[in-house]
T-cell receptor, first 115, second 112 residues
Framework: ETGVTQTPRHLVMGMTNKKSLKCEQH?????MYWYKQSAKKPLELMFV???????ENNSVPSRFSPECPNSSHLFLHLHTLQPEDSALYLC??????????????FGSGTRLTVV | GQQLNQSPQSMFIQEGEDVSMNCTSS?????WLWYKQDPGEGPVLLIA?????ELTSNGRLTAQFGITRKDSFLNISASIPSDVGIYFC????????????FGGGTRLMVKP
């Protein structure tokens, strides 16, 4: 248990479905992240919420929509996904600061399969 | 953006052997981190380095922050089967705030 909890652990969805991934951190951190990890590819940063400011990777398709209602919860809303979106989606949190030198704490991930 | 070149991409070694992997960049980093990811899990922090030249150990693991601040290496001594996984380096530059840049990972396989 890392203090970052992701649900569900596994998700199979059709291309017309709408689903949401949930992440919750119990570490008192103030920054949260979504990463996509595909087979044989580097970790891809999708979205960051840090000190209430959202930063996103402009290459992420609009079918992925993040929501961060407070500093402890992060969601990734999914709709009309494609098979190539199948991947492990990792949530991470950190003590976001321009001067802090802390690493990220990752959750166990949600294994998403789009059929 | 900043890129971290991590090598090797994969290693298949015999149990008991020592392992070495490294990350290099054209950018200067002020923090280097090494993570391990077990199959089906998220990455877990192994070692954090904050000063150029710093050498830090965690059990059989040793990592160093390069003097030029553009590289770092991780050594694993006397490997065991549970060392199997993907090892990631990550670095942070000052102007990027708390944003980390990750290497592509080194997949380690250990033969008993």
């Amino acid at each position: 248990e890392t203090g970052v909890t992701q649900t569900p652990r596994h998700l199979v969805m059709g291309m017309t479905n709408k689903k949401s991934l949930k992440c919750e951190q119990h570490l008192g951190h103030n920054a949260m992240y979504w990463y996509k990890q595909s087979a044989k590819k580097p970790l891809e940063l999708m979205f960051v919420y840090s000190l209430e400011e959202r930063v996103e990777n402009n290459s992420v398709p609009s079918r992925f929509s993040p929501e961060c209602p407070n500093s402890s919860h992060l969601f990734l809303h999914l709709h009309t996904l494609q098979p190539e979106d199948s991947a492990l989606y990792l949530c991470a949190s950190s003590q976001g600061s321009w001067t802090a030198n802390y690493g990220y704490t990752f959750g166990s991930g949600t294994r998403l399969t789009v059929v | 953006g900043q890129q971290l070149n991590q090598s090797p991409q994969s290693m298949f070694i015999q149990e008991g052997e020592d392992v070495s992997m490294n990350c290099t960049s054209s950018s200067i980093f002020n923090t280097w981190l090494w993570y391990k990811q077990d199959p089906g899990e998220g990455p877990v922090l192994l070692i954090a380095l904050y000063k150029a030249g710093e050498l830090t150990s965690n059990g059989r693991l040793t990592a160093q922050f390069g003097i030029t601040r553009k590289d770092s290496f991780l050594n694993i001594s006397a490997s065991i089967p549970s060392d199997v996984g993907i090892y990631f380096c990550a670095g942070r530059i000052i102007r990027a705030g708390n944003m980390l840049t990750f290497g592509g990972g080194t997949r380690l396989m250990v033969k008993p």
